[in-house]
């Protein structure tokens, strides 16, 4: 299999290429993203690799299709910038369902606890040898609620983390979990009732905004808002609006609304042309990281080998456990098509 590897980084080739051999596998790596523009290169190759920035839309996939492109390997959970109607019955879509729930859950964690009691900006201060503690006061999270949005594997695991602290879990799924040790709520109870607030929920049309104007405003004002999902979840204009009028008590943000053009790259000798994302950044209670949440060396081993035995699969003509389509679901179930080839189509 000859595989076009998008938007490749440093890190990325440490783990593919460790594994390319061994799967008999020849990768090329482009440090460019998959757009409309860049899907020509994927002449002649059999599949494509993307992350969670790559723009795997309508125009993309018909390009790719044209080229011969047989499978779209994603090494990411997340698979919202795909365009699965254009790709179905031309090109199969694979995904890494998990790769480390603990390694996200525990960025998530790190955010809260850092947020909480300013130990990035006391960090900032004692290294200009000031040593005033004035303003760095937080809260103890012993006794306090998080509510937890979205109960898969990292929902859990984070709200597993909470417990650890001694808080009280609310928790807002539609498909709750049988059995875990939370409080299912409604979202409005739970926005309401929270003193901190995580999303661990996939970005669909349902959860867009879920996070907006008005729910904004039914949190308590010293509420600190998590989010190391999808940047789309939070309406980003509506948290400045919360933030600039103190209605919330902070953010943490790994993920950005916006975020293709700016995270995973060195902008530092440049001018951020992004209003919102300047203006997020002036705010003493918004902690930005760039969608690191996952990146541990366990995380980076299990994308890498899931992504690799997604396309072996592929290759080998083995059903694709790891396969989704728009069917995906109820549609998928009711046609029987996967239990009868394990694939989509």
Known sequence: MKIAFYDTKPYDKVWFDKLAQEFNTEIRYFDFKLNAETACLSKDFDAVCIFVNDNADKETLEILYKNGVKLLALRCAGYNNVDFKTAYEKIHVVRVPEYSPAAVAEHAAALLLTLNRKTHRAYSRTRDNNFSINGFIGIDLAGKTAGVI???????????????????VLAFDPYPVEGLDVE???????????????????????TKHIINRENLKKMKSHAIIVNTSRGALIDTAALIEALKNQQIGGAGLDVYEEESEYFFEDLSDTIIKDDELS??????????????????????????????ENVKAFEENLPLANEICYKCGDKCKKENQKEKTGRCF
């Open 150 to 168: 979205g109960t898969g594997k990292i929902g859990r695991v984070f709200a597993g983390i909470c417990k650890g602290f001694g808080m009280k």
């Open 184 to 206: 299912y709520v409604g979202l409005d109870e739970l926005l309401r009732a929270s003193d901190v607030i995580s999303l661990h929920c996939p970005l669909t049309p349902e």
């Open 279 to 308: 203006r997020l950044l002036t705010f003493p209670n918004v902690l930005l990281t760039s969608h690191q949440a996952f990146f541990t060396e366990e995380a980076m081993r299990e994308i890498a080998l899931t992504t690799m």
